[in-house]
């Protein structure tokens, strides 16, 4: 197959962007990838260099905002080159194709690309039935497990396909299961949030791209490159949060000033994610700066840690307010009564050996060591 | 002989659709529209706080992201008659007008435009012709001949490189598509430049929600605090960025969307101007209240139905009322306990999966029986076509000034009557008109907003029924919004402080569902009988009926 | 029924590093509850003011990482001396393994909770229901370290904490060990509560001075108490 891939360097000249442009593109790379200035000069190279890489990207049960984060991008040439720097062959919300077309879209990269493909995955995967998610009459489970048989690396995008998200919510219905808990054998990187950040999502692809192994991930598979630190860790209101400053209320005094969200149930200092340092939208805010605690959307599980504005989660089985310190307040006083109770029953059960006094101290003998 | 064809996975569009269509001698003679995921997100509601609800609503879906989250918000406060202060009003209207200037410019260009639009075409066009052509229907200024060519060699580099990502396998040389090279070239142009500027009016949300997709909602008001003198607030810069954020969407929706909207529609009139009509009743909920949701008659966007295309009467719509607004599962994968020939009304709705379609991997559905996750709405009966169409209708057939005039001059610069708008172009232009119509009231919604903070109104919030311990042991609430796709209603039944029962009732519920118990289909449906297909395995006309509603299929089965 | 005229002699109990653990980490869990009640529960006494101007929660945080050190060093302490100490402060008292050990927790039960039998109570150190309770709060101890270093883990560089990062994975997430986290306090304040309530309640009753026991080391023991307890069964722990 004599096919001439151009490379990404190729392709961004033959649109017109000059190289300084491209170098500038590759330098925010860099430093959204935490790289030394070195390692600009290596994105230079893979990018000038490699051919575009194939790209298969399924949707299964999902809710589409994480094709919409990508799609906001924000450097200035990104939402012109992600588009063009890899081949995104297979794209339910962008490809012009539908039907038998589409379906054959993916397969012709499967038998042209083996072992170079990536699979990248939006939505999470039904597991009590399959039919629950069909895509030309395919389960969502057969089109994958296809897919990924001779993929080079998977990326999970979102909380949908890295941990189940809000439909794999108690009680999960769908026994929606992330791609993790489906494959195995292929590497996976979970780009959690609901959605992911644009640029978290773009800094992955150029991540894959420019040094052709994924990135260093944590022990839940998010890449350490943007998931290492808590949002509280980077937050803007941590210093209100230090001085113990809080939001009694929303719109209350503190409210205005900015202060820490963390009484109205924040649950930054439980949620890795960069929201407090990239931002959301080029920068624009995130959650808690427009006045919302952050509801941990990175996080595995998230959901059922409500109610969302209590600071810790509500206790199961004992209804929407009742956390551990309610609780551990009625089993106090509980045990304050029950102490009492005892205390006032042994000096009537046991008043014979209270009252009963030694005779004389005499009696006692002479101290001894054991 | 009819001739089975399917169409699955439908794409550019949200979700999971599959259509089956008959035809025979070259025309549909029957249609059936199927969604095929399902996620259960009212079963999981349930027990949860209300005033978490918005979050998980909102995930229903990130394309109409936000929607979902103002219904239930409006939901909740109306179950626990909460009002919020005007400036929350004010914000809210703001953020719902950005969704649809950003959902209704992608629609067009990255989901719709390509059933036109003939990209490859576009290579053949003159630059120089392009720009002259350009410049003579709008002032928009990147129109040089000079960037029409750097377009075309960006796209001519793609299309030889062999490898060609999300145009492979499009319908490009059809036989349907009928705009000149140039014009081609032009929506490409504008295809780049809608993607790369949509990510600006999003930026709404992000300020006054914290991120966009899925910004944050507030039960009772906006989390965002309003404050002049503080740098943690919403503060000058911020109010002024919105302000910059709406000017500049308006002037792209005048010098850009409406032009290549009219440019694409004068070639296509005369035939998709007439086709693809579908149900003749419309629904619109309205929205964009200008003093209180509780008053609608102070509504931007007029509420009520019109039934048979008669423009001249308006019916009223009472979404409490049982017999009103009901949903049926004769042919949806979920029981009822008591059986398939009753519809409910969503107070008392039900979400019980019962999966009886073939096991996948599977060729063709059975549509004697349940065919779809979709449910079956139905307003007094009638099935009802909601969305941008539905509204223009409404407020036209209420004499609303603003929206005589913006209909009115379309159909004039267009030259065709009112009834083209009964059609699939007719839904596509509606579409447009509305977002020039939105922007406009972006603007006024803006100015009111500065006005009440400069006379002192800073209040973004009603803490009053905050504490569940406020609220009475049992509470219902329905929440009625006009989302881009049209009519979207939530339900909520409150005990004990938790939610008992919570079901939404989605545009696209409206629109895509399958047929109800007296076999009446539904918009999607209706909307492809009798529209001719050049080729019935290139199914290009189906899209374009199909896409003018611009489907949301997660929102449709949620 | 016990006669109040045997003689009795003095017997050390506890050892001075029994005695010193205990009562660090008696201050230090006094300490950890109160300051992690408030991280759990702020106060908002400092509303109106500027960020600049405090640094309460700050400092209640450090008091509360400084204990948690402490804590965690006389614990692992106190395990170490499980192994060397004496007879009534070895780890074989407070894991029930023995037939006897069983026998007197249900007497322990029937004589002092439900106070249906006036039966003796042969113990020196602990008896074996309370032992086998210290060894299930030596559990939440274990378990509070865990989780609090697992979360501090996130937070700190240095070697000891990075020990247990890979606990917030392993629970599946921060708010699981958080919330855990906090519910484990209140088993120390209920514990505290019963404690205490028990020490004096035990003095009271048996007079054999053992709420002073925990300062001095010194316990009076009946002389036919301390028989019994060097002619013990083959089944009682011994040295
Ligand atoms: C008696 C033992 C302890 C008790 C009763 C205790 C109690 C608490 C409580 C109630 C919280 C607040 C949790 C919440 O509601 O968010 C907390 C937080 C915390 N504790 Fe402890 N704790 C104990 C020991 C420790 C230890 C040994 C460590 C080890 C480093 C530790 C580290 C932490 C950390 C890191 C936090 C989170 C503080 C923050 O991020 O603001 N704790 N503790
Ligand atoms: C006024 C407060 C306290 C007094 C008077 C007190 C007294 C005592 C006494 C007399 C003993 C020996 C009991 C026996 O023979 O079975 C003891 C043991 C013990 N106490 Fe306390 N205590 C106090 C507070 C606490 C607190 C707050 C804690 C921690 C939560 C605690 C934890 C322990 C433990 C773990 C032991 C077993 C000691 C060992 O064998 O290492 N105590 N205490
Ligand atoms: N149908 C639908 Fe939506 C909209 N607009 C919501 O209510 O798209 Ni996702
Ligand atoms: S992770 Fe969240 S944002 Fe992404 S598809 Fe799932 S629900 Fe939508
Ligand atoms: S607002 Fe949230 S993330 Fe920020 S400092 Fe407060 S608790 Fe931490
Ligand atoms: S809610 Fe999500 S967007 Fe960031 S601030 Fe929290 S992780
Ligand atoms: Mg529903």
Redesign the pocket.
Known sequence: MENKQPSFYEEVRGDGISRKDFLKFCATMAAFLGLESSGIGQIVKALETKPRLPVIWFHFQ?????SE?FIRASHPIVADIVLGKISLDYQETLMAASGVQAEEAYKAVMAKFPGEYIVMV??SIPTENEAYCCIGGRSAKQILEEAVQNCKAVVA????ASAG??QAASPNPTGAKPVHKIISGKPVINVQ???PIADVMAGVVVHLLTFDRIPQLDALGRPKAFYSRRVHDTCYRRANFDAGLFVESFDDEGAKKGYCLYKMGCKGPVTYNSCGIIKWNDGVSYPIQSGHPCIGCSEEGFWDNGPFYQHLPSIAGFGIETTADKIGLGLGVATAVGVAGHAIYTNIRKKKEITNAPETASETEKPKAL | MAERIVIDPITRIEGHLRVEIEVTNGVITDAYSAGTMVRGIETILKGRDPRDAWAFVG?VC?VCTSTHSLTSVRTVENALGISVPPNAELIRNLMANALYIQDHVVHFYVLHALDWVDVVSALKADPAATSTLAQSISAWPKSSVGYFTDVQKKFKNFVESGQLGIFANGYWGHSAYKLPPEVNLIAVAHYLEALEWQKEIVKVHTIFGGKN??PNYLVGGVPCSINIDEANAVNAERLAMVGKLFEDAKTFVDQVYIPDLLAIASFYKSDWGAIGGGLTNYMSFGDFPTNGYNNPDSFKIPRGVILNRDLSKIHEIKADDPEQIQEYVNNSWYDYSKGDKVGLHPWDGETKFNYTGPKPPYDHLDFSQKYSWVKTPRWKGYPMEVGPLSRMLVGYASGKPEFKEVVDSALKALDVPVTALFSTLGRTAARGLETKLTCDWALEFYQSLLANIKNGDSRTMNNEKWEPASWPKEAKGIGMVEAPRGALSHFIVIKDKKIENYQLVVPTTWNASPRDPAGKRSAYEESLIGTPVADPKVPLEVLRTIHSFDPCLACAVH | MRSRTLPMREVHVWEMPVRVYHWVNALCVTVLCVTGFLIGNPLAFMKGTEAYLNYWFGTVRFIHFVSAFVFFFNFIFRTYWGFVGNEFSRWYNFIPLKRCQWKEIINVIKVDVLQVSHKEIDSIGHNSLASFIYFLTFLIFLLQCLTGFGMYAAMSTAFLPKLFSWIVPFMGGDMHVRQLHHILMWGFILFAMVHIYLVFYHDYIERRGVTSSMIGGWKFIEEDVIERHENRSEDCPKD
């Open positions: 999902e809710c589409t905002c994480c984060s939006e939505g995008w979102g909380n949908c998200c809000v949030g609901c959605p | 995930r990130g997709p899925h």
